[in-house]
């Protein structure tokens, strides 16, 4: 009786066992994005149709998305995307920084990430990202007509001034190819075929670190709180890479004054109400923002008239600076947020939330003495002065 009752009980056991088991392969292969497996042996992608010339992709498209099923239990997936632009060789620069993105946040939420090239994306870009990204990754190739000299730069004029800029040891200041890619950030990368599918993203660059979970769908957090762009490291410019840069943002305002919008963040732009740049930027290395304002008649207009200037040639016009300036005077000062939870760091600074439950609670392992946020050199004081805005707590003890 007591051995058949035994005998009984180890039957039920082991059925609920291969039960859960067969539960648990099942709902954990059904979570896991679809790599297809030639992608991750190292096979080269091929585009799928003529259109898709210049881009591939891995897996399913937005679309397949069959309307956008909820990314977590308490909210839709958003239309976002990671987008990073990198060159094959940033590979393992590049993987650190994904590790970092998926731990803190998207292995939560599984966000697409497209990655641009000047050059075709090799098979170990490719699949070294794909296995860690949770999300749908899609490479793309820049067109040649947004990685070069537009017709009207004066080639000479151009190569002297690389050749000054050596001399004078300017950071980049020789470089063909920086200023190719400051060009692209600033004018195309919303652009190109791939990034038409998304109305946010999220810019990651290689070798950044993220020290804090990220515990909410921070795309939904922008759409909610009607953001268009965002920050976590604001500074100073070199002048010397963008001296005429104000001097071309005046003379779109004066051509433009439909587009300055009226509760703009001149205030931290400019100390004279606009007459003068006090080079006061937001790092545009990490970004959180709306590509269908970068898509707009305003933010096209703005690219266009300092893209005639020339000075991404002629001197060395950083994204950082145009982004910030198209953000300062083109949205109201309430469309722009400072991420303050989320931390940062891209070589030289840090961003370390100010405030210990904060960094407690979303697990940080930063050093609050590496926050940039309140040094002399910084410029989000500014930021929380000219939108009124309280300091955390804790602020005064990291100004130095
Ligand atoms: N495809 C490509 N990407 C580039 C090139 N130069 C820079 N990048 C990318 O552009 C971004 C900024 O470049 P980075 O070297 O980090 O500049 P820094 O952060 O200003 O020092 C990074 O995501 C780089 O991977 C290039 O020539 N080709
Ligand atoms: C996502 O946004 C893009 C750009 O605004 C739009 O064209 C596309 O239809 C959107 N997709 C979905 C599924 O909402
Ligand atoms: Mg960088």
């Known amino acids: ?172 200041g020789d470089s063909v190819s920086y200023r190719h890619m400051c060009r692209f950030e600033s004018g195309f990368f919303f652009r190109q075929e791939l990034m038409l599918n998304y109305e946010w993203y999220w810019r990651v660059e290689p070798s950044i670190e993220l020290y804090c979970d990220i515990d909410y769908d921070a795309f939904k957090f922008m759409a909610d709180n009607k953001k268009k762009y965002s920050f976590v490291l604001s500074l100073y410019e070199y002048v010397e890479t963008i001296p005429t840069l104000w001097d071309s943002t005046k003379k779109f305002m004066k051509n433009h004054p439909e587009h300055i919008v009226e509760d703009n963040s001149m205030g931290f732009l400019s100390d004279d109400g606009g007459d003068s740049y006090n080079h006061c930027h937001f790092w545009s290395n990490f970004e959180i923002g709306n590509l269908d304002w970068l898509r707009s008649q305003a933010y096209t207009d703005f690219f266009e008239s300092l893209d005639q200037d020339g000075g991404f040639f002629y001197e060395r016009w950083g994204d950082a600076p145009v982004h910030s300036i198209a953000a300062g005077l083109l949205l109201k000062k309430e469309e722009v947020h400072f991420f303050n939870d989320i931390a940062y760091y891209h070589v030289p600074f840090t961003h370390c939330p100010t405030g210990e439950k904060t960094r407690l609670d979303l697990k940080c392992h930063c050093n609050p003495k590496d926050n940039f946020d309140w040094k002399g050199y910084s410029c989000t004081s500014r930021f929380f002065e000219i939108n009124g805005m309280d300091k955390p707590e804790g602020y005064e003890n990291q100004q130095d």
């Not at 949770?134 to 080639?155: A, L, V």
């Open 1 to 172: 009786m007591a051995s058949g009752t035994a005998r009984y009980l180890r039957y039920v056991l082991f059925t609920i066992f291969g039960l859960a088991v067969v539960y648990f392969i099942s709902s954990s292969s059904s979570s896991r994005p679809f790599v297809p497996a030639d992608i991750l042996n190292g096979a080269p992608v091929k585009a799928g149709t003529p259109a898709a010339d210049t881009t591939s992709s891995v897996g399913v498209t937005p679309s397949d998305l069959g309307g956008l099923p909820p990314a977590t239990a308490d909210g839709p997936r958003m239309n976002a995307t990671f987008v990073t632009l990198a060159r094959n060789s940033d590979i393992w620069e590049i993987a650190r920084s994904i590790r970092q993105v998926e731990d803190r946040f998207n292995r939560k939420y599984h966000y697409d990430w497209v990655f641009l090239n000047d050059k075709p994306f090799d098979a170990t870009f490719k699949k070294v990202t794909a296995s860690l990204i949770s999300g749908t990754p899609h490479y793309g190739e820049i067109p040649k007509e947004h990685w070069s000299f537009p017709e009207h730069i004066d080639q000479d004029k151009a190569r002297k001034v690389r050749e000054d800029m050596a001399q004078r040891k300017i950071i980049y």
